[in-house]
């Protein structure tokens, strides 16, 4: 397949804890597009659960990186600086069965999720806006009970001791991004995620927000810093 694209590509973050409904909103994103782009929604985790279903250790993966990424999946850890390889590798093999072009816009979603990723990928995609799903825990634990964005069927992973452990770890690790990206001046989108919000009230959010929240952006070149 010819590459029509360089790196890094056009870049929108989703940033969420587990629960807050960013993979049905990249995937209404991916749908729809997003003023006028084409949009491809990378849900990184969709990624590592797609590779192990498969088993596809023959085709692009090793059995040591599927051993590893089994292990990720279980235990809720997080990829770390020194897995960025698999990490690009996957987000490469991605954009190549995508069919992305240097037109559209990659929506990132699981990746990056700590500072570490942050500087990884940048040499893979220029991340213009962070949009921000802003639920509380309480509310997690809600949308996960009742599925509320049709998402969360036959998830293995929605254990609730497992769950906290995510919701730890975002705290801790994921969360900060926000900072780190609005030092960079990168623009960022708070969007409230409630117990019952929908991807629809969501995505409406992003696409109107309310006054004093611009719109998502898309620039051709980086914000000045």
Do not use: W
């Amino acid at each position: 397949m010819k590459t029509t694209y360089s790196f890094p590509v056009e870049a929108v973050l989703l940033l969420g804890p587990t629960g807050s409904g960013k993979s049905p909103l990249g995937e209404h994103i991916s749908r729809n597009g997003l003023f006028g782009k084409k949009a491809h929604h990378l849900d990184f985790g969709a990624e590592l659960r797609a590779i192990l279903s498969r088993n596809d250790s023959s085709l692009h993966h090793t059995a040591s990186e599927i051993t590893f990424i089994k292990g990720v999946l279980e235990q809720g850890l997080l990829l770390e600086d020194r897995h960025f390889p698999l990490a690009r590798k996957i987000i490469r093999l991605f954009l190549e069965r995508s069919d992305f072009s240097s037109n559209d816009v990659l929506i990132l979603n699981g990746i990056p999720r700590h500072s570490g990723q942050a500087k990884d990928i940048s040499s893979v995609a220029a991340i213009r806006t962070v949009v921000v799903l802003q639920c509380s825990f309480d509310s997690v634990f809600c949308r996960l009970r009742d599925n509320v964005a049709g998402d969360r069927t036959g998830r293995l992973d929605d254990d609730r001791s497992l769950v906290y452990i995510k919701l730890r770890l975002f705290n801790e690790r994921t969360a900060p991004l926000v900072d780190h990206y609005r030092c960079l001046g990168t623009t960022v989108v708070p969007v409230a995620i409630s117990g019952t919000t929908t991807t629809d009230d969501a995505f409406r959010q992003i696409s109107m927000p309310a006054p004093g929240h611009p719109p998502v952006p898309f620039v051709a070149e980086p914000p000045q810093r």
